[in-house]
Structures are given as structure tokens and as C-alpha cells.
């Protein structure tokens, strides 16, 4: 099975400029409507002692200025924080494989994709709360934006975790579906980068079907996986390495590298 050449080649320098600006303005804006989409504090009743709740909120944005409700203010808010915690994964993940000058053109289309897959689990992990699905919960008034906010937040730095911890725990409550022939592909590995290299060397291994890899085997040692993608993960030469090709395992089986590397 050949490898797709779609967005293979390594992105050029207006690339990287046009993704950099990109992000940074979806930072700015992020934080501009977590910003004036915050509810805002309870007012203290004549008696001084109540606390009355603000029943609604008015967003300033450049053009518009919108009323929104204590509810809908939540709702924008864990979105804008869990597209928050998505763009700072991208952002850590950009200026990583800028850096080291191995950014491909194929990682950006999910760089443009992850913020919103961070938004959309921040509204679902904060639906699931609010339905008292995990924990119970009270009315608008009664939540905590600061907490619901941190936690939109993770799940969005976090998206991955995220979604295999909501597949566990609902995986207990739901029959669990058919397997498919595409859940579980066959590990394959194209490269392997760099191809020698003594014990402590950072190895990147490229391929498909690597997502659930659990570890790397290089001659007698195996070697723990970090940075995992579907295509591609990360490893370190381990100590008691021999020379010969590299193993990687996964559920679904094991995929030997069509390269040896040698171990200096």
C-alpha cells in the first residue's frame, strides 16, 4: 500500500507565514470574545447581604454589540476557552516542528481544524456536566465560570485525551459497536528518520496506522513512543539497542521498518 502524496512535501516559507498570522489573529479574537463574553458578577441587594445575578451580559465586538443571556454567555464562553486550549496545542506543535524544520503541509489542515475540534468538546464536556451526566450541577446561576472555564480549556489542550476518556466512561453505559475494518488498521511504517544514530538519538518513525503504537523495538531493547499521530510518532534509541530494523507495536499487530537502523 503506497503512501499518498497529498500534502507530503514540506511547507514553504509562506506557509508558515500565512499559518503564524492566522493563528495569532484566532488567538486575539479568542480572547477578545472570552473577554466581553464573561458574565458578570453578581450585584449585592439593598440589604447587603443577597447576592443578585446578572440575568444578562452585553458583548462589545467591533461593528456589534450583542445582549446575551447568563446561559448563552457560558455557552460562548467554554467555546471560546476549549478553541483556546486547542490553539495552544497547535501553537506548540507549530513552532516545534518549524523550529526543527520538519513542518509538512499535510499538518496544516489540522492546525486550522483543531481549534474547532477544541471548541466543540469544551460545549460537550460542559453539556455533560450540565446535564448532570457525571455531576450534578445547579442552574446558570449557580455555576462557577472560572471552573467551567479552566475545564473548556483542558479539554481543548487535551482534545485527544479527552475523547478517549469520554470513550471510556460511556463505553460502560453504551453496547459497544461492531468493529470495523477501518478501526483497527495494520501498523505500517514508511521511514524512518534519522537511520543511525547512538542510544539517547530522537527517532521519528513515519507511516500509518500508528496512533495506538505502544512502544518501539530496536534489536533486543524497546523504547517507549511519545507524539503520536496516525501517521507519524516519536521515540528515543534505548540503552542495550542492536542495529537491525525497528519494530513498532500497536493492539492491532507489529510493522518492522523497510530500512534497518544502525546503531553507532
Given at each position: ?29 479568542l480572547v477578545t470574545v472570552l473577554v466581553q463574553a464573561w458574565p458578570p458578577a453578581p450585584r449585592i441587594a439593598p440589604d447587603g447581604r443577597t ?145 543511525s544514530g547512538p542510544p539517547g538519538t530522537a527517532v521519528t518513525v513515519h507511516g500509518g496506522g ?55
Amino acid at each position: 500500500m503506497s503512501e499518498s502524496p497529498v500534502g507530503s512535501e514540506y511547507a514553504r516559507t509562506r506557509d508558515i507565514i500565512a499559518a503564524a498570522v492566522v493563528l495569532l489573529t484566532l488567538t486575539a479574537a479568542l480572547v477578545t470574545v472570552l473577554v466581553q463574553a464573561w458574565p458578570p458578577a453578581p450585584r449585592i441587594a439593598p440589604d447587603g447581604r443577597t447576592e443578585i445575578p446578572a440575568l444578562s451580559t452585553t458583548v462589545h465586538l467591533p461593528g456589534w454589540s450583542p445582549s446575551l443571556s447568563r446561559e448563552t454567555s457560558l455557552f460562548v464562553v467554554v467555546m471560546a476557552a476549549g478553541a483556546l486550549g486547542g490553539v495552544v496545542h497547535v501553537l506548540r506543535s507549530f513552532y516545534w516542528y518549524v523550529g526543527n524544520r520538519a513542518l509538512r503541509r499535510s499538518w496544516l489542515m489540522m492546525y486550522l481544524l483543531l481549534p474547532l475540534v477544541g471548541a466543540l468538546f469544551g460545549l460537550i464536556v460542559y453539556l455533560v456536566l450540565r446535564g448532570g451526566l457525571t455531576s450534578p450541577t445547579g442552574g446558570a446561576a449557580d455555576i462557577n465560570p472560572y471552573g467551567m472555564t479552566a475545564i473548556a480549556a483542558l479539554v481543548g489542550l487535551f482534545s485527544r485525551e479527552t475523547a478517549e476518556k469520554l470513550r471510556t466512561v460511556f463505553g460502560t453505559l453504551l453496547a459497544p459497536a461492531q468493529p470495523g475494518r477501518d478501526q483497527a488498521l495494520a501498523p505500517r511504517i514508511s521511514a524512518v528518520e534519522p537511520v543511525s544514530g547512538p542510544p539517547g538519538t530522537a527517532v521519528t518513525v513515519h507511516g500509518g496506522g500508528l496512533a495506538a503504537a505502544t512502544g518501539v523495538r530496536f534489536g533486543p531493547a524497546r523504547a517507549p513512543v511519545s507524539d503520536v499521530t496516525d501517521t507519524l510518532l516519536r521515540t528515543t534509541v534505548p540503552a542495550g539497542a542492536a542495529s537491525g530494523c525497528p519494530i513498532v507495536y500497536t493492539p492491532a499487530g507489529s510493522a518492522a521498518s523497510p530500512e534497518p537502523f544502525t546503531v553507532e
